[in-house]
């Protein structure tokens, strides 16, 4: 009884060896992970090009698959190996690529919270608060593992970039802080018709201490997207878009526990 490595292990290892670059481990691991099958020694002739009809390669369960061009082949690779063969994949901002490289210290092709704390900074280089770290890997770690693939990240990247542009609008005097008159009017801007008391008590409750009071970047994020989310699930109750809704003590237990990302 003969043993073969199946159709997409082997195809894998020529994708692998067909890179400029060859990622040192990324072969042996590709090997070793693929399954072995015992076959008959007689088995019956297939018709010639039979066996190219279906995808050549099969997509691994939960892993993004990406294309890489080389010497007028295409290759198709797991988008892990892409990534730590320095491969930038189709469709991601190169900005983007280059910061998820620099943040993936250990180049395991995926972005850990831990990194994800050690990236991120605010404009007097304060690192972002665990709060907004972790809400940022709920919202953008789709298979719910713990970390961020490229994909994840890159969308993450142009949401910060989003909320950066605002927040920077409003921060007038380029302090690295808005305070309460400021965010007020960002609020405003994007729809919230909230009063000044209650903007005064978001910066009360977020704001950085020290004797100017004010949010820098990362609780406004956190506090934009929170109200976002929480606005979300009030329109779910008020279906008749009045401004009121009629919920029970668990329903609203339920709507602030399921929206705090």
């Known amino acids: 009884m003969a043993k073969r490595f199946p159709l997409h292990a082997i195809m894998l290892r020529k994708a692998i060896l067909d890179l400029p670059d060859k990622p040192q481990g990324l072969l042996k691991a590709a090997i070793q992970g693929a399954s072995t099958e015992e076959e008959e020694e007689e088995e019956e002739e297939e018709e010639e090009g039979t066996h190219l009809e279906g995808p050549m390669v099969d997509r691994p369960l939960g892993v993004r698959m990406a294309h890489h061009q080389g010497e007028g082949r295409t290759a198709i690779l797991p988008l892990v190996l892409l990534v730590a063969a320095g491969n930038m994949p189709p469709g991601v901002d190169p900005e983007a690529f ?153 329903d609203f237990l339920t709507m602030s526990a399921t929206r705090m990302l």
Not at 133 to 150: H, V
């Open 98 to 250: 280059a910061w998820f490289q620099s943040v993936d210290a250990d180049q395991s092709g995926y972005i850990s919270i831990k990194e994800l704390r050690q990236a991120l900074v605010n404009s007097n280089w304060s690192a972002f608060n665990d709060e907004t770290c972790l809400m940022m890997m709920n919202m953008f770690d789709k298979m719910k593992s713990g970390r961020m693939d490229l994909y994840g990240f890159s969308a993450l990247w142009r949401f910060i970039q989003q909320w950066r542009n605002l927040f920077q609008q409003y921060d007038r005097d380029q302090s690295g802080c808005i305070n309460s008159n400021e965010l007020h009017q960002a609020l405003a801007q994007m729809g919230y018709n909230l009063s000044p008391q209650f903007t005064q008590l978001l910066v009360s409750r977020y704001s950085q201490r020290g004797p100017k009071p004010g949010i820098q970047l990362d609780r406004f994020i956190q506090v934009c997207t929170l109200l976002q989310s929480m606005t979300e699930a009030f329109r779910e109750k008020d279906s008749a878009m009045t401004g009121n809704a009629r919920l029970n003590y668990e």
